[in-house]
């Protein structure tokens, strides 16, 4: 079956900062990447995603790339800020039951 | 006029007994699914049902068992309740069953003593 590596499994950056979290997947057939944030106490919400015709997507702050080849895919935050402090995840999917394999996580600190 | 909301918040129970945790969405999706995260925070499926069928079965002991009763509410049984199923469970939702955008809970702290 899937299986999604992410990395680092902590990352500390100073506010203003840009994050680079990295995740691998193993089923050449996943084709979905979601990206979920997961604050303090709270359920996980889906903040970007990307499908395997797109190399790359931006929204505002927050952009996804792809590289299919690779099997690699990774999250980017610019201008980091206090609030963007959470628990990140990456998953995969393939096309049916939207069964999401989520990678570990990643502890995101930004420091002010 | 939470889209998924889930009781209790928080249970913590002796081992052995047997519990259920409630699922709900007012987001009129026709998917929903339960979770498990560890405390290592590892998020895993569990079930997931479409239209009150069940579609996604992970190798969850039999123990567990899911019952929809209707497409807007998805429960959680577990019977014979043991340490090891000390964890958060979260239930989710989305509009379909093919790579659309999952809404989870707040989730529910289970612990077992």
């Known amino acids: 079956g899937e299986n999604v590596e992410q990395h680092p499994s902590t990352l500390s950056v100073q506010e203003g900062d840009s994050a680079v979290i990295k995740c691998t997947y193993s089923?050449?057939?996943?084709?979905?990447f979601p990206w979920y944030k997961q604050e303090l106490g709270k359920g996980p919400q889906l903040i970007i995603d990307?499908?395997?015709?797109?190399g790359e997507k931006k929204d505002q702050r927050i952009a996804v790339t792809l590289n299919k080849t690779a099997k690699h895919f990774s999250l980017h935050i610019t201008e980091t800020q206090p609030e963007d402090s959470a628990v990140y995840f990456c998953?995969?999917?393939?096309?049916?039951?939207?069964?999401?394999?989520f990678g570990a996580g990643t502890i995101l600190r930004v420091k002010s | 006029d939470t889209a998924v909301s889930q009781t209790p918040k928080y249970l913590v129970t002796q081992m052995g007994n047997d519990k259920s945790i409630k699922c709900e969405q007012n987001?009129?999706?026709?998917?929903m699914y339960w979770y498990k995260q560890d405390s290592k925070k590892f998020l895993k499926i569990m079930f997931s049902?479409?239209?009150?069928?069940?579609?996604i079965n992970e190798t969850v002991p039999n123990r567990f068992s899911p019952k929809s009763p209707d497409k807007a509410h998805l429960n959680l049984h577990i019977n014979s309740l043991e340490l090891g199923d000390s964890a958060v469970y979260f239930c989710?939702?989305?509009?379909?069953?093919?790579?659309?955008?999952?809404?989870f809970g707040p989730g529910t702290r289970l612990l077992v003593l």
């Open positions: 989710a939702s989305s509009q379909g069953h093919t790579q659309e955008t999952q809404y």
């Open positions: 089923d050449s057939a996943s084709n979905y």
């Open positions: 990307i499908r395997s015709n797109v």
């Open positions: 998953a995969a999917s393939k096309e049916y039951g939207n069964k999401l394999v």
């Open positions: 987001l009129g999706h026709d998917t």
């Open positions: 049902y479409n239209n009150k069928e069940l579609i």
